[in-house]
């Protein structure tokens, strides 16, 4: 598969079939279990941001997703319409100690070896790169 695109609205319940969908997706391409876990999870994590805090929990707004294979290796774009996310706002600093806030941030940069957020006119693109090895 060298594309996927799925839309969805901000329902919770949706959260499992987008994690089947990039799981699926992930399937074909050489990435240990491991990958593809912490992947799913990323991915899982910044979908469950885009709810709480680009549409403060409504259930019934836009998540586009797209994955794609690139020449060197998977990329996901994540796009919603809500709050736009200041990317100079967000917790850079690795975490020494586990507490609430920025860990999920710190999962994405776990799972994917770049994480890069667009603000737009309305809400925010977020584009996670995972390269093959």
Do not use: W
Not at 41 to 61: F, K, M, P, S
Not at 98 to 127: C, I, N, W
């Amino acid at each position: 598969m060298k594309k996927c695109k799925l839309e969805f609205s901000s329902h919770t319940g949706n959260l499992a079939l987008m994690r089947n969908a990039v799981r699926s997706f992930l399937e074909s391409y050489d990435f240990s279990d491991k990958e593809r876990t912490l992947m799913v999870l990323g991915v899982d994590e910044a979908c469950t941001n885009i709810i709480r805090y680009a549409y403060d929990l409504a259930d019934d707004q836009l998540i586009l997703l797209e994955i794609d294979r690139v020449r060197n290796g998977v990329r996901v774009r994540l796009r919603d319409y809500g709050k736009r996310i200041m990317p100079n706002t967000l917790k850079t600093e690795r975490a020494t100690r586990l507490k609430p806030g920025g860990l999920g941030l710190q999962l994405m940069r776990a799972a994917f070896d770049s994480v890069h957020y667009r603000s737009k006119k309305r809400g925010t693109e977020l584009v996670l790169m995972k390269y093959f090895d």
